[in-house]
């Protein structure tokens, strides 16, 4: 078997001391371009990696950004983690993802083992880590960014849009609309935080214009289409009096436009359909359904520009936090 190539070699091909090709590697501002150019070719040549945990022990971190989201089965957060990979390209930095389920003490076990390989950063979903959680990352001396979310109290960087009045704005359009018969659908609001603070300041709104939810269809497994089509299949079989329904997310509203199309219902005409994240795949819906459309990907290059930053040097309390405002389009509901 073949012996991994070294420092001492690749140094000597370059013709330059081990301490040379050592600081040339790591990107040190004392090290002429002419020396980093020899020594980056001769480790490309013998095929040397740098050995990240060595440095680390020396530098107490490494160049990994952690990154703990709660899903991909959802497009929402392969979209941010998109924008993450795109903005960290050329950065020196290398994301590690991980997924938590939903599950808050899955997510604290993967934090506390993210942290035991000294991340230069963490980036994390949501404001409503565990006690342990931000515990641990309070104490980490690293950046640390919270995204999706801004309804709550950030351990320090923080990037995302308020859900609460995401929620309400919707409410609001619909209603200047002339919508009066409000129904909700929704899923797993015991674990998706978010989806929850949207319901709620929907319902708020609605209160506020004098209205309220005519009546509501809650299921505790995650969106799905399926789940979406059979849970509006349900609610109008029951009889209901309703000319709008407002889903948890874009997947859970097309459901329930097959579900309205298998009952002979017009939609927006007679029934106007709501959801949340503007998906591409609505564009190929037969009815354009209504939608708020989140900055996914613009979260997850925004953070990590954030982020960059930070790991350079402090930043002011203004810099710490950005807050993106959803663009509501009302689909065909608009004509």
């Known amino acids: 078997m073949k012996t991994r190539s070294t420092l001492v070699e690749v140094a000597a091909l370059a013709g330059v001391s081990k301490m040379t090709a050592s600081r040339a590697l790591r990107g040190a501002a004392d090290v002429s371009e002419a020396n980093i150019e020899k020594v980056l070719r001769a480790a490309e040549e013998i095929g040397y990696v740098t050995n990240h945990l060595a440095t680390s022990l020396s530098s107490q971190t490494t160049n990994l950004i952690g990154v703990v989201v709660p899903s991909m089965s959802n497009v929402v957060f392969a979209e941010v983690l ?24 899955v997510e604290q076990d993967i934090i506390r083992d993210m942290l035991s390989w000294r991340p230069s950063g963490m980036i994390v979903t949501g404001l409503e880590q565990s006690e342990q959680s931000r515990k641990l990352l309070a104490g980490a001396g690293i950046p640390v960014a919270q995204i999706m979310d801004i309804d709550g109290e950030a351990i320090d ?12 704005d919707m409410a609001c359009a619909l209603m200047k609309l002339g919508r009066s018969k409000f129904a909700y659908i929704g899923s ?14 929907f ?12 009546t509501s269809r809650i299921d505790d497994e995650f969106s799905s289409l399926p789940l979406g089509r059979a849970l509006t299949a349900e609610l109008l079989q029951s009889g209901v009096d309703v000319d709008c ?3 948890s997310n874009d997947d859970m509203a097309a459901g329930g436009l097959f579900a309205t199309m298998a009952a002979g219902i017009q939609v927006p005409q007679r029934l106007l359909l709501a959801g949340f994240n503007g998906l591409e795949f609505l564009e190929g819906l037969p009815v354009r359904l209504a939608t708020a459309r989140s900055p996914r990907r613009q979260i997850g290059k925004e953070v990590i520009r954030i982020l960059l930053e930070a790991i350079k040097h402090p930043l002011a309390p203004e810099q710490r936090r950005l807050v993106f405002h959803p663009e509501i389009d009302l689909g065909d509901s608009s004509f």
């Open 157 to 168: 960087i923080n990037v995302g849009l308020s859900h609460a009045d995401a929620g309400r």
């Open 203 to 214: 319902r708020a709104e609605l209160e506020k214009g004098g209205l309220s939810l005519v």
């Open 245 to 247: 329904i407002y889903y």
């Open 188 to 201: 797993a609001l015991n674990k998706d935080v978010r989806a929850r603070k949207r319901m709620e300041g």
């Open 82 to 105: 998109a924008g993450i990979s795109d903005a960290i390209q050329q950065s020196g930095k290398q994301p590690v993802f991980g997924i938590s389920n939903y599950n808050a003490e």
